[in-house]
């Protein structure tokens, strides 16, 4: 087996926990690690809104008590895990990088924390996010940015940042996302992670707190392919609480990181993705990725679908549209900030509701909400919300079409590298193009994931490559992942963050 | 309290000779399914305020809902025994607003795809005839929470000086059947209202689907009321040309009785208004049970906007043909055809099964027939006593037995004893009372009170003798052919014998010594 580094928090979790079940290391050693790592770097970082470090403790010493009397666990049992923060967690606040949920804690836990709980992994804490997942950079989380480990001052993108930065600065081996335009995918691309949104369905939803329910899909988020399919099986599978859960096993995702085979595979690049509006270094790291795929014997083809083009105005009518409606229920009545209008004496219970979610809501947020009550009003309903649907309906034409035709689609997964904190923070639709390429997944509902395709030339930041699969073919994405992994990784000499920068020291001025 | 100024009324005859009344009636229906709509929280009625929730009915971030199969079957059994059409694919929808009882701050619902669509009902009116209503839909969706405003004067959030929400109610399964416009009714439409809400009240019941408690808000009412000018016969061509008037909702009508009062107070109103060239305001109208009147409640502009959109968090219900056909087959009978046949069994004429009904004593009189009674009796013995005492005590006559453990087979078997020729009708009736008054059985009370017709037929014999002396006027009558003269001795006979003696049989006798 694998030696493991001196610094444990710079191996992978497959290795993690190949010594865990050896019993060569204990996961309260890897979990305190973790803690240290997380009290140095962090308050540069800003990855984290909630450490549990006693919790996650607790529950290391729980697993090492269940491994030491004999109990066979589950494959990640004792490798601990950060978790965004749209995911409730018993006992532990949950905020959504929101102003309106501060202080609240959930009764319940996500079934997806329920299962990372039976298996085994400790919860290190809640990362952060923009504000009820809307954003491509963490701009927009009520408690301030996080920051991208390759340069601090710049973006570790969204709505994930929280997840993508504790995986790049080395504070959790794992860490859970959500992406409903890609907000696992694009934040892996910034940071030189790995991410993967699953087919819709593939995971549950239950304990997500909603931005658009049609979009939003939990997935896994690692710094290498095999990581994010061990942890891809453990959050996957049906759930009788999800109504839009896939009755159906998780697909074999972790065989497939293993088997990292791409031989007689057909690979299709969407013209569509990579044009005009994208950084030359982008572009040309997802060049030589493509014909590094063709030398491990895949056949490459191009493959167009003209109707992505109305992808992003699609997306923006119909997750805003469910997204105020999803976000109606912040109306302090019974849970989170509560409050009273200034100058009223004895306000009604509108009036404390309009005053709560005027202060408790950022400014992203109250744009959304107005433009989906807009585009679902009478009269408008069938211009925006009916016509949206429609172009949802032919993207997923065109993705059908083109998986007649090839296994796998590929496209550079965000336009540029990490842009600089502040860049596009005034300038909405900049903002929103991040997700251009990530987006008709989501509205198609099949599975994505984002690899590091290298450093762009320009500006020496991570890009990364988007692999999308046909909907429940979840294991051809691990297949491409791993197989192209493993040439870069390869031809880099060393995975690709052993070149990003230390952090402390002189770097720590930088911080937050 | 506030004062309420009643508003100006026209008398409802002269109302009828200048208009139409138009009618639709919204009613919602609280299935009596164990659990909820979307989680699995239980839906008794009573439990102690937020003792029956779950991240789910409170609309916890996070929290989704799975539809409950069992009311989904309810819903289309409805749907079938309304005579409906069921839909093959419909899905869920939101329908949005603000209210602090509603957790989500949208109500599941449904709204262009109904489950249940384009059925009838027909009703029967007091004099025999019968009007169908038509039904437009019959769908599924969640009750909100229920609020309780204290303090200000008129029970409402405004003014109130806090409130009080209790989320057991939230998400329990509701079903809103939906009439089409009932035309043609003319002054008999409050009856009609009245009687249309009774019948779905009987067919839901027949259905076991609800408790149909309109008293306890598992069913509610919404009456909307028109108005247009009367142009000719209620039915007739030109009259049904007419365009509608403007329609008010009077939201919440609670029992049957204010259905048909509320429907009538709003004929009234609307008369009165457009007969002083006013128009009429579309808004929905609050009904006071205790001053039969309504009064101004919201109004409904085009500013009230649900942005219904379907709502994603669910997949489509999609019932199979066979499902629905299996469905059909659970139907009951109908309830209005059940009645008929059972008159017809019984032997009933029209006033008697009318008292029987009204008594709500069907099922009971069914029970004790099956028991072994005769059918008169049946009614004879229910119809009596225990009837007049659950009168007295305000309930039910179902009830009320049931409070006392008064059964049909209790009354099958006194009947028994009286067509044994055990008891007569008066010892009868202290057995009654004995059971009533919880001294157990028919059998046992009438042992322990030793009430038993006397078969000793020689101290019947002697007793008749012993009348006959002591009366040789009456008996000389009777001997010359006054046999109606035999009631007098026929009453001392059962004196002498304190009442256990079989006055047929005395009279028998008496007869038989004098003719
Ligand atoms: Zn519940």
Avoid at chain 2, 322 to 336: F, M, N, Y
Wanted: charged share 25%; aromatic share 6%.
């Amino acid at each position: 087996m694998t030696d493991l580094p001196t610094d444990l928090t710079r191996a992978t979790a497959a290795d993690l926990a190949g010594a865990l079940a050896s019993k060569t290391i204990s996961s309260v050693e890897v979990t305190q690690a973790h803690l240290d790592r997380i009290a140095a770097v962090d308050g540069q970082v800003h990855s984290y809104l909630h450490v549990d470090g006693e919790g996650a403790l607790a529950q290391a010493r729980a697993v090492d008590a269940r491994r030491q009397s004999g109990e066979s666990l589950g494959a990640l049992a004792g490798v601990p895990i950060a978790v965004k923060d749209v995911m409730t967690t018993k006992g532990l606040p949950t905020t959504c990088g929101s102003k309106i949920l501060e202080g609240w804690i959930p009764p319940y836990d996500a079934t997806v924390v329920t299962k990372l709980r039976e298996a085994g992994l400790p919860i290190l804490g809640k990362t952060n996010m923009d504000e009820f997942a809307m954003g491509s950079s963490t701009e927009h989380s009520a408690y301030g940015p996080s920051h991208n480990p390759w340069d601090l001052d710049r973006i570790p993108g969204g709505s994930g940042g929280g997840s993508s930065s504790v995986l790049a600065s080395f504070q959790a081996p794992l860490a859970t996302g959500t992406d409903t335009g890609g907000s696992i995918r694009q934040p892996a691309a910034v940071t030189a992670t790995v991410g993967t949104k699953p087919t819709y369905g593939g995971v549950s939803r239950y304990g997500l707190v909603a931005l658009a329910s049609s979009l939003d899909q939990a997935g896994p988020c690692g710094r290498t392919v095999l990581d994010t399919a061990l942890l891809h099986a453990v959050m996957g599978g049906h759930d009788p609480m999800d109504s839009t859960s896939i009755d159906a096993p998780v697909p074999p995702v972790v065989e497939a990181a293993r088997a990292a085979d791409v031989r007689g595979m057909r690979i299709g690049v969407v013209k569509e993705l990579g044009g005009e509006g994208y950084q030359p270094g982008v572009r040309a790291r997802f060049d030589e990725s493509v014909a590094l795929l063709e030398e491990l014997g895949a056949e490459v083809v191009e493959v167009s679908c003209p109707n992505f083009e109305y992808a992003l105005a699609a997306y923006y009518l119909i997750l805003p549209s469910e997204a105020s409606s999803n976000l109606a229920k912040f109306d302090a009545m019974r849970y989170g900030l509560r409050v009273l209008p200034e100058g009223v004496d004895a306000p009604s219970a509108e009036q404390v509701m309009a005053a709560t979610r005027d202060a408790g809501f950022g400014p992203e947020v109250k744009r959304r909400i107005i433009l989906g009550t807009y585009a679902l009003s009478s009269g408008y309903y069938d211009a925006y919300y009916g016509s949206a649907q429609k172009v949802r309906a032919l993207i997923a034409q065109d993705f059908a079409a083109a998986y007649a035709r090839v296994d796998v689609l590929v496209s550079p997964t965000a336009p540029t590298t990490a842009f600089k904190l502040g860049d596009k923070l005034e300038d909405p639709m900049a903002m929103y193009l991040n997700d251009i390429a990530t987006i008709p997944a989501n509205l198609a509902g099949v599975p994505g994931m984002s690899i590091p395709s290298g450093l762009a030339d320009e500006d020496g930041l991570p890009a990364g490559i988007q692999i999308l699969a046909p909907a429940t073919k979840d294991e051809r994405l691990y297949s491409v992942g791993a197989a192209l992994e493993a040439a870069l990784v390869d031809r880099w000499g060393g995975p690709i963050l052993d070149r990003a920068p230390e952090l402390g020291g002189a770097a720590a001025a930088k911080g937050a | 309290m506030s004062t309420v100024t009643a508003d100006a009324v026209m008398d409802y005859d002269e109302a009828m000779t200048k208009f139409d009344p138009v009618m639709g009636l919204e009613v919602h229906v609280e299935l009596h399914t164990a659990t909820k709509m979307f989680c699995g929280c239980p839906t008794e009625f009573g439990a102690a305020p937020n003792s029956q929730v779950c991240p789910v009915c409170l609309g916890l971030p996070g929290a989704l809902p799975v539809v409950n199969e069992k009311a989904v079957e309810s819903a289309i059994r409805i749907g079938l025994a309304l005579n409906c059409e069921i839909a093959q694919w419909c899905r869920f929808a939101r329908k949005n607003y603000f209210y602090p009882d509603m957790p989500k701050n949208f109500q599941t619902s449904q709204y262009d795809e109904p489950i249940a669509f384009e059925g009838y009902l027909d009703v029967e009116l007091e004099d025999g005839s019968t009007y169908r209503v038509e039904i437009e839909r019959a769908h599924m969706e969640e009750d909100t929470g229920k609020s309780l405003h204290i303090g200000g004067a008129t029970g409402r959030i405004h003014g109130a000086d806090h409130s009080l929400v209790d989320y057991n109610r939230a998400g329990i399964p509701l079903i809103e059947i939906v009439t089409k416009p009932m035309v043609g009714a003319g002054e008999r439409a409050p009856e009609v209202a009245k009687a249309y809400v009774s019948a779905l009240r009987d067919l839901l019941r027949a259905l076991d689907v609800s408790d149909v408690k309109m008293e306890q808000g598992s069913m509610r009412c919404d009456a909307n009321v028109s108005l247009r000018p009367r142009v000719g016969e209620p039915t007739s061509e030109e009259q049904l040309a007419v365009p509608l008037g403007t329609r008010t909702e009077t939201k919440n009508v609670n029992s049957l009785r204010s259905v048909e009062r509320a429907v009538r107070y709003e004929i009234s109103r609307h008369a009165a208004i457009l007969d002083g060239g006013g128009t009429i305001l579309q808004e929905t109208r609050h009904w006071h049970e205790d001053t039969g009147i309504t009064t101004s409640g919201r109004v409904k502009s085009d500013a009230e906007d649900y942005r219904y959109f379907p709502e994603p968090d669910l997949v489509p219900v999609a019932p199979t043909r066979e499902t629905v056909e299996t469905l059909r087959g659970t139907l009951p009978e109908p309830p209005g055809l059940r009645r008929k046949r059972l008159q017809s069994d019984w032997g009933y004429s029209d006033l008697e099964m009318r008292d029987v009904l009204n008594a709500g004593a069907v099922e009971l009189i069914e029970e004790t027939v099956a028991a072994g009674a005769s059918a008169a009796a049946a009614k004879k013995w229910w119809l009596g006593e225990p009837s007049r005492r659950a009168n007295a005590e305000g309930q039910d006559i179902v009830t009320y037995a049931a409070g006392l453990g008064l059964t049909p087979a209790h009354i099958a078997e006194l009947d028994g004893l009286v067509a044994a020729g055990r008891l007569n009708d008066s010892m009868a009736r202290q057995v009654l009372d004995g059971v009533l008054g919880g001294e157990g059985t028919p059998t046992a009370v009438a042992d322990a009170r030793g009430l038993e017709l006397v078969q000793d037929d020689g101290a019947l014999e002697a007793a008749v003798d012993k009348v006959i002396a002591a009366n040789p006027d009456v008996a000389d009558k009777i001997r010359d052919g006054k046999v109606a003269a035999a009631g007098a001795l026929i009453g001392q006979v059962m004196k002498e014998m304190k009442g256990q003696a079989d006055a047929g049989k005395a009279r028998e006798l008496i007869l038989a010594k004098l003719q």
